[in-house]
């Protein structure tokens, strides 16, 4: 069953605002089973709204419509569709009850304008909106959801549920399954895995993401157990650059094996500056395990709160093997990590580019030191250096620990 | 003029990667005067694509498309192009010349198959491609551009300053403004600046960011200075709460102000974690004033690192006033900050839920305590935690230092 997107909004359009809403609505129309075949993003204008509804109506058989349900006067959304569908707008007193005593609760002033919220075209069926005003209306297979994420998350799950229900198409679910790689290119892993895809109806792509690149596979539900063989088939092959599956994420993979290990972690940043300490923290329960963060920006820091000798840096440079590893030795848990290196713009050489990093890991009383040279901008270059910190970390946990 | 843009790939559909080049393309096209009309993502399909291009010749008068345009089998957007404008597809053997000499300067070994990277309908016009490999291609108010982003950054700009030279339509081009505000909320913006919006051709509206929200003020360059005048006025009226106009972000301005008034800066962060710091080091040129930052996520860091008395913990816990005091003066820099908060989602009670958030600054001797209770996960507890540091540094070193 093919499902076709309309996202109503100006600011989609002129560089305002990224959407995130069609990449939930993807994901949700898979779970359920439908396919999203194209979304078409339209201003707060009538004719657009009317045109791609039309376009629509030719093409697919659900269309999901979020935005321009609110109460001010540029959201059309509902008039337009009940023009579409011939209906006239109509409100429901229950709906009118309820949405002022919603007001009320929340301490806010009840305008005439607000009226709009609860407009509908007649006959059609709302879906209660738990955390946000106005409810999604559907009519003829045609939905509309507010604009405002978190009301969407609300009344997503509930309209699909009730929707594949309803027209009984449960039988074509959507499998997927994502296994995480770093440290390998796309051609490598495309030349390394393109083998194991022979059945027509099981597919693989890869999306290049800021913490590795995955490789998608995807097929039927009923095709599940075949999409397995060919995940174990992967990991037989190129096991050593996966470091996860799915919501895996290389700090929650750090958190979890030094949980399971029972070590606890710091770090000495310059060149990513509090970046690696952060990402750490974001992780939940992160505080069972991780005791302390230096940013030692300045080479006084390095001397005064990492006990680096003035000999190294003077000898040897910051961005150095040597300095890297007194970095480590001046933290006192477990596991250390740090990072030296130019992220750029400036400050670069022919002896040390724009980009060199050292970054060093020790595990109790083992040292090991990587160095690279990361390609792209000052952020990338720092982004970089976090992710491949994490992801050695979690190779030498796996392997040497 | 009205623009609809195409953006070919499945990948865009299902979730596996957010479209970023079509904000890109929007705003290159106000700078050009032309207006995007609405965008719509289709899938590798050859179907799609030809009735997306129809849709589109039917209600704009430029098509746009990105994507599609590789080697592979599945990149068809130049075949369907063809298909639609009824004309052959043709190989030029100066441009095969070309392409074969960037492959053997990459060191690739060229297959038969890149042939499709220079094949274009017959009559139609190239654009050079000096990042990558297949040029974007022009025919009859249709232009293909290859899908990964620098590509299109490299065309585009140069696709457009022709077309509207040959198409004659530099009168119209859009004046844009951004006013930076924060910590006031977009019900209230409304209701300070909508009174200044009285002419019909100049119009605003509200784009929240994570960093503030933006007063986006849109008109015709020949508008220009009455779009100032307003913006003036805005200013008179709620400058307090604009920290910044266009590109600047919060960390920008404070590294600029600090320069500015010669004084460095630390950071002592508990809840932030290291992302205060961060943020500091993304902008080029900080070394001169970031001097170094404490991720003091234990009470024993806090008390070994930072000097914080233990009796102090004890006593008022180590999300308090007095521990965020206490932080900031083992700091010793001209200005230090201090993050001291329950970022959650578990460790609140009744007394301090989630969400609270003790923020120091000291200024040389001066020292300001922010407490505040934010909404919002994890993440974005954190986030609004260095927003609101930052934008409060700012003000305190316009207005007091």
């Known amino acids: 069953m093919k499902v076709g997107v309309i996202l109503v909004g100006t600011e989609l359009l002129n560089g305002g605002m990224l959407d995130t809403n069609s990449l939930y609505i993807a994901e949700e129309l898979n779970k359920h089973g439908l396919e999203m075949k194209f979304k078409i993003t339209v201003r707060d204008f009538r004719d657009e709204i009317y045109s791609a509804i039309d376009y629509c109506k030719k093409n697919v058989d659900l269309i999901i419509i979020s935005g321009g349900l609110g109460p001010t006067l540029d959201d059309i959304t509902k008039e337009v569709i009940a023009e579409y569908v011939k209906k006239p707008l109509i409100v429901d007193d229950d709906e009118l009850e309820e949405l002022k005593e919603k007001f009320e609760r929340a301490g806010l002033k009840f305008k005439t304008l607000n009226v709009k919220e609860v407009e509908k075209p007649k006959g059609a069926i709302t879906f209660k909106n738990d955390v946000g005003m106005a409810p999604a209306v559907y009519i003829d297979d045609i939905v509309a959801f507010p604009g405002v994420p978190k009301e969407l998350y609300n009344m997503l799950p509930k309209f699909l549920d009730w929707y594949v229900k309803e027209k009984k198409i449960l039988d074509d679910e959507i499998y997927i399954k994502d296994l995480i790689t770093y440290g390998i290119a796309e051609s490598l892993l495309d030349e390394a895995v393109r083998e194991f895809f022979t059945e027509d109806e099981i597919y693989y792509e890869f999306l290049v993401k800021d913490y590795g690149i995955l490789i998608r596979l995807q097929s039927k539900m009923s095709n599940k157990n075949k999409v397995e063989k060919i995940v174990k088939k992967i990991y037989n092959k190129i096991g050593k650059f996966i470091f996860g599956e799915d919501s895996d994420r290389l700090e929650k993979k750090v958190v979890e094996l030094l949980k399971k290990l029972n070590m606890n972690i710091s770090t000495a940043e310059s060149c990513t500056g509090g970046m690696l300490a952060s990402k750490l923290i974001?992780?939940?329960?992160?505080?069972?395990?991780?005791?302390?963060?230096?940013?030692?920006?300045?080479?006084?820091?390095?001397?005064?709160?990492?006990?680096?000798?003035?000999?190294?840096?003077?000898?040897?440079?910051?961005?150095?093997e040597e300095v890297a590893k007194e970095m480590i030795m001046g933290l006192t848990t477990d596991v250390a990590l740090s990072t030296t290196g130019i992220a750029g713009p400036d400050g670069g050489s022919l002896e040390k580019p724009v980009g060199l990093v050292y970054m060093g890991i020790r595990i109790r009383d083992k040292v090991y030191i990587e160095k690279r040279v990361f390609k792209g901008d000052r952020s990338k270059i720092r982004e970089k250096t976090v992710s491949h910190t994490l992801f050695t970390l979690i190779k030498i946990l796996n392997e040497d620990v």
Do not use: C, M, Q, W
């Open 282 to 320: 974001d992780v939940p329960g992160v505080s069972d395990i991780f005791y302390e963060g230096v940013v030692s920006y300045s080479n006084e820091t390095k001397i005064n709160r990492l006990g680096v000798k003035k000999e190294t840096l003077d000898k040897y440079g910051a961005v150095s």
